[in-house]
């Protein structure tokens, strides 16, 4: 339509025209759920109804809605700086966040790259693995090796070593020079497991198997989410982490962890790599933060990666890679009001006190109808549901609408796996609502 006949107001109850992502839109636009505001531990519907929020948003708001903090912060900032050029500029803010996250990375992961999405990161990842082994010599190293069930977001890059076949098929080839480890679940040997499996460990040797088949000169970067997410809360299995850090040294390949789900408390420390005591040589970080406030996500990489880039004129760019809002002020002033959230309120510690009593809660939900297994670790639980005969991700499909139209519960679906991850500010009581809310509805869909 041109400009001069286009109507000067918008259409706020026509649904048409916003291509909702991962999302059934002809479903949802039949029967839309819209959230008008949020606090704490709960949504409200654009009709006033009160939503518990079981899974932080995409398990993202940590922190719980609209900390008043954070708020603050935001729009502090907001009426300060709203945008310097993220390119030969920066603001203050973006340094002091980088630097209070480099103080909570593990091991020498003392820089840190700023993106958008967890999806950029990813990508930003992959691509200083690659140029660093360009920099220092091993450009032969072009192979990226990812794992089966892993979800690295939509970025060419990240669905390429991504492992989740509707996220790939579509999309021609995408990179090149990619491999898979295989994932890391076994119902039959791992079932009603509470945090790690002791079966699996020995996966992780199938990158022996890679080296062999494409040589450790040409392999640049293994990259693995410590915990598989989207797919379903895969936890890794006993020591699987360990060797596989064993494997990338003694092959001189870089271990990237995605942590943009695990990141901030989520499993009880501020890192995965913290619990699992596995310091790779990059982390992916997102959601968690800037609470979701404002999009924000980064890379952070070891002092010898970032120092091998540091050659050449001093007037060059080091590394011809950024985005246009990468460090943002908005994000930056969220994010330190973030860490500082967790940190007052011991967050992280929280999350750790509580895992027992949420798997406690979730695995109370074995034998309820069509349970075939659940898995737990952090505050976060996966609970697979046998599909309806020819028809897979229906039962788990009407599961969240019915928890989320009828009992006022909101836990994510992946197929027909629900998937809880609350807010870390989850009290037990809460962590019982959404425990009762999902018994309920498994009996509802039986
Ligand atoms: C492990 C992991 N990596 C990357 C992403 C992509 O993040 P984004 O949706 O912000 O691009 C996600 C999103 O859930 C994720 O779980």
């Not at 890679?321 to 929280?350: C, I, N, Q």
Request: aromatic content about 8%; proline content about 6%.
């Amino acid at each position: 339509m041109a400009l001069a006949t286009r109507p000067v107001t918008s259409v706020p109850n026509d649904l048409e025209a916003f291509w909702v992502p991962f999302t059934p839109n002809r479903a949802f636009k039949k029967n839309p759920r819209l959230i008008a505001r949020a606090k704490d531990m709960h949504y409200y519907t654009v009709d006033g109804k009160a939503v518990m929020d079981g899974s932080a948003g995409m398990w993202c708001c940590n922190a719980g809605h609209n900390r008043d903090p954070i708020v603050a912060a935001i729009q502090q900032q907001a009426a300060e700086l709203d945008y310097p050029p993220a390119f030969q500029f920066s603001h203050p803010k973006a340094f002091e966040l980088a630097s209070r996250i480099a103080a909570l990375a593990p091991g020498d992961l003392d820089h840190v790259f700023f993106c958008n999405s967890g999806s950029e990161a990813v990508d930003t990842a992959l691509k200083v693995a690659l140029a660093y082994n360009n920099v220092r010599g091993e450009a032969s190293r072009v192979r990226l090796i990812g794992r089966e069930r892993g979800y690295h977001g939509v970025g060419f890059g990240g669905i390429s070593v991504g492992g989740i076949v509707a996220n790939r098929k579509m999309f021609g080839t995408a990179l090149s020079g990619v491999d898979h480890l295989p994932h890391t679940y076994n119902r039959e040997k791992q079932a009603f497991t509470k945090g790690e499996p002791e079966w699996g460990a020995h996966l992780a040797d199938d990158l022996d198997r890679l080296v062999a088949l494409h040589d450790a000169s040409t392999i640049a970067a293994v990259i693995v989410e410590p915990m598989s997410g989207s797919t379903g809360v895969l936890p890794p299995p006993k020591g699987y982490l360990q060797r596989l850090r064993q494997i990338c040294d003694k092959h001189g390949i870089l271990l990237i962890f995605d942590e943009v789900i695990t990141g901030f408390g989520r499993l009880g420390h501020c890192f995965a790599s913290e619990r699992y005591d596995v310091t790779p040589d990059m982390i992916t970080f997102a959601k968690g933060v800037t609470n979701a406030a404002v999009p924000m996500a980064g890379v952070m990489a070891s002092k010898g990666i970032y120092d091998a880039f540091m050659t050449g004129p001093e007037h060059m760019v080091e590394l011809f890679h950024g985005y246009t809002y990468s460090g943002h002020p908005l994000a930056a002033a969220a994010g330190l009001a973030t860490l500082d959230v967790y940190k007052d309120e011991g967050l992280f510690e929280r999350a750790q006190k509580l895992e027992p009593v949420f798997a406690e809660a979730m695995m109370s939900l074995k034998g309820e109808p069509n349970v075939e297994d659940i898995r737990t670790v952090g505050l976060l639980a996966g609970i697979d549901l046998a599909p309806m005969q020819g028809k897979p991700g229906l039962r788990g499909y009407e599961a969240t609408e019915r928890m989320y139209h009828d009992i006022n519960i909101y836990v994510r679906v992946a197929m027909d796996t629900l998937v809880a991850s609350p807010p870390l500010i989850a009290t037990e009581n809460d962590i019982g609502e959404i425990r009762d809310g999902i018994a309920k509805v498994l009996r509802a869909v039986a």
